[in-house]
C-alpha cells in the first residue's frame, strides 16, 4: 500500500489524512509538531470560532461548497463531532459595501454581496424584511447554519483518523524533504507527503512561502449562550477590526470577535481592542441590548493567527528533492468551512500521483513494454475471451515489484503482471480504476485476465 506523512494536525492536516485512510485505504502518517490539546500561537485551528461564512468568490466556490454537506451532516447526525445547528445572520452596511473591492480590502467581501452564490447551497436561505434588521444594518441575510466547537472537533477527527488507520507523530521539521522518512511503516521513502502546514508554511524549509502571512484574529470567549450567530459587514472602529459572534456547540460558550490584521505576529491580546469587541456586541446584537460589558462572563481572551495567503489557497503539487509534495495550506480565515473540499481536493492529486508513480515501475524494473505491442493498446474484449476468469489478485503485489501499467480505457486500468512462478510469461489483467480509488487495494477484483508468451 503507498505510504503518505501529512504534515499538519491542524483542521487540514487532520481532514486530509481522514480523507486519504478512508478511501484510499493507504498508510498514512501525520506528523505535527502541535497537535490538538495545544494552545500555541504558530497553530491556527484552535482558535477557530468557528461557522460557515462563505468567503469565496463564485468563480473558487467549489472548497467551501464541498465542504458543506458533510459538515452539515456532521452537525444533523454525530453529536459527538462538537457542531451544532445554529442560525446566522448576516448584515450589511451600505457604507461597507461601497469600498468593497477597492484597493486594500482584504477582507471576505463576496460574504456580503446582496445575491450571493452561496444562497443556493443553504437550505433556507432569505434576506431579512426592514423590521427584523437590528438598528446597526441597512440590509441582511440569515439561513440555518452550523457552528463547530473547535475544542471538541479537533479531538474528534483524530478519533476518526485513529479508527481509519492514521499513526500520529510529533515532530517539528526543519524541512519539508525530512518528513518522506517518517511513515510509520518504517519504509525508507514515503511516496507522497502532503504538506499541511499552515501558518508555518512560510518557514517550513524547501517551501518558505513569502506569500503567507498572518491574519491575526484577537476573540472573547464568554460564558454567555448567546443566538443567533451574527455578523456585519464592518465597524466603525477600524478598517482591520470586525464583529461577529457564534454559540458553540455542547457548552462551549460564545466566541465574539474580532480582528483581521493582515501582517500582525503579536500573540498577546490587547485590551483596548477586547473591550472595544464586546462594546461592539453590546450596540449590535439584539440579544445583548440594554446590557453592560459587566453582564458578558468572560472565560478567556484569546489570539490566533489565520494562515493568509496573497493570491490565495495553494492546492498543488510540487516534486521537493525528489518526493512528490502536495501543498494544501493558505486557508486564511476558511480552513474549517472549506476543509473537506480542499481535504478532496488534495486526494484527487494525491491519487494522480499514485497512478503517474505507478506507471514508472516498468522503468523501475526495466521491463521495456516496447516488447510487447500486442497489449500496448488496452485489449478488445474478444482477445482475452478465451481466458477469461474472475479472480482476486493482491494488488500492491501485483504492482510491485512485478506490475506495470499498460494503459487505461476509460475507467478500466491495463496491467501487465510478470508472475513469480512464470517468468517467462505476462498476465494481463484488466481491472476497474473505481476498485482502486474505492480502497481495494488488497484485494482488487480483476474482470479479465489473459496469458500471453514474451
Ligand atoms: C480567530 C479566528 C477565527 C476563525 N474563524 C473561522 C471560522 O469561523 N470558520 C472557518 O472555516 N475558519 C475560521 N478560521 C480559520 C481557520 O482556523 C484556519 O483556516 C485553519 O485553522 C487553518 O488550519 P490548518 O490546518 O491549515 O493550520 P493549523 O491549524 O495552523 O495547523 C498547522 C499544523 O501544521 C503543523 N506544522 C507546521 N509546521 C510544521 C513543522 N515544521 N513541523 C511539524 N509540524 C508543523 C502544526 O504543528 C499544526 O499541527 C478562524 C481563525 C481564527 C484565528
Redesign the pocket.
Known amino acids: 500500500m503507498p505510504n503518505i506523512v501529512v504534515?499538519?494536525?491542524?483542521?487540514?492536516?487532520?481532514t486530509t489524512a481522514l480523507l486519504l485512510a478512508r478511501r484510499d485505504g493507504h498508510n498514512v502518517t501525520v506528523?505535527?509538531?502541535?497537535?490538538p490539546g495545544d494552545y500555541?500561537i504558530?497553530?491556527?485551528?484552535?482558535?477557530?470560532?468557528?461557522?460557515?461564512?462563505p468567503m469565496a468568490e463564485a468563480s473558487n466556490d467549489r472548497w467551501e461548497r464541498r465542504s458543506w454537506p458533510e459538515l452539515k451532516r456532521l452537525a444533523e447526525e454525530v453529536p459527538e463531532s462538537g457542531i451544532h445547528i445554529q442560525r446566522s445572520v448576516v448584515l450589511r452596511r451600505n457604507k461597507d459595501l461601497a469600498l468593497h473591492g477597492t484597493a486594500g480590502r482584504r477582507l471576505p467581501d463576496p460574504l456580503f454581496a446582496a445575491k450571493p452564490w452561496y444562497a443556493d447551497m443553504f437550505d433556507d436561505y432569505r434576506e431579512l424584511r426592514p423590521d427584523e434588521l437590528p438598528e446597526a444594518a441597512d440590509s441582511g441575510s440569515a439561513w440555518t447554519c452550523v457552528c463547530?466547537n473547535?475544542a471538541l472537533y479537533l479531538p474528534y477527527l483524530v478519533g476518526q483518523c485513529r479508527k481509519a488507520g492514521v499513526v500520529f507523530r510529533r515532530?517539528?521539521?526543519?524541512h519539508v524533504s525530512e518528513a518522506r522518512g517518517m511513515s510509520h511503516t518504517g519504509a525508507p521513502r514515503a511516496d507522497v507527503v502532503v504538506n499541511?502546514?499552515?501558518?508555518?508554511?512560510c518557514?517550513?524549509g524547501g517551501v518558505m512561502d513569502a506569500k503567507v502571512q498572518p491574519?491575526?484574529?484577537?476573540?472573547v470567549l464568554v460564558r454567555n449562550e448567546i443566538a443567533p450567530m451574527m455578523t456585519i459587514s464592518g465597524t466603525d472602529d477600524a478598517e482591520d477590526e470586525l464583529f461577529?459572534l457564534?454559540q458553540r456547540a455542547s457548552g462551549g460558550g460564545t466566541?465574539i470577535?474580532?480582528t483581521y490584521a493582515v501582517g500582525n505576529w503579536d500573540p498577546n491580546p490587547d485590551p483596548n481592542i477586547a473591550n472595544r469587541i464586546l462594546e461592539r456586541a453590546l450596540k449590535i446584537h439584539p440579544a445583548l441590548k440594554g446590557k453592560t460589558v459587566k453582564d458578558l462572563d468572560v472565560v478567556r481572551h484569546?489570539?490566533?493567527?489565520?494562515?493568509y495567503r496573497e493570491g490565495g489557497l495553494r492546492l498543488e503539487r510540487e516534486k521537493i528533492d525528489g518526493t512528490w509534495v502536495v501543498h494544501?495550506?493558505g486557508?486564511?480565515?476558511?480552513?474549517?468551512?472549506?476543509?473537506y473540499g480542499c481535504a478532496e481536493g488534495a486526494v484527487e492529486i494525491v491519487d494522480d500521483i499514485l497512478v503517474n508513480e505507478l506507471s514508472r515501475v516498468s522503468s523501475k524494473l526495466h521491463l521495456d513494454n516496447s516488447k510487447f505491442p500486442a497489449v500496448h493498446q488496452p485489449i478488445p474484449s474478444h482477445t482475452h475471451q478465451p481466458h477469461r476468469q474472475r479472480f482476486r489478485v493482491p494488488l500492491p503485489r501485483a504492482l510491485n515489484p512485478y506490475g506495470s501499467i499498460l494503459g487505461f480505457q476509460r475507467d478500466v486500468i491495463t496491467l501487465a503482471l510478470a508472475p513469480p512462478t512464470q517468468v517467462t510469461g505476462l498476465i494481463v489483467l484488466r481491472i476497474p480504476l473505481r476498485h482502486i480509488f474505492q480502497g481495494y487495494l488488497d484485494q482488487a477484483v480483476c474482470v479479465g485476465a489473459v496469458i500471453r508468451d514474451i
Do not use: C, F
Request: hydrophobic letters at 40%.
Open positions: 504534515i499538519g494536525a491542524g483542521v487540514t492536516g487532520l506528523v505535527a509538531k502541535h497537535m500555541d504558530e497553530y491556527t485551528s484552535p482558535w477557530a470560532g468557528a461557522n460557515v461564512l463547530i473547535t515532530a517539528s521539521l526543519k499541511a502546514s499552515g501558518l508555518l508554511a518557514r517550513l491574519a491575526r484574529g484577537q476573540i461577529y457564534m466566541i470577535g474580532g484569546g489570539v490566533g493567527l489565520r494562515p494544501n495550506y486557508h486564511a480565515g476558511w480552513g474549517y468551512q472549506g476543509s
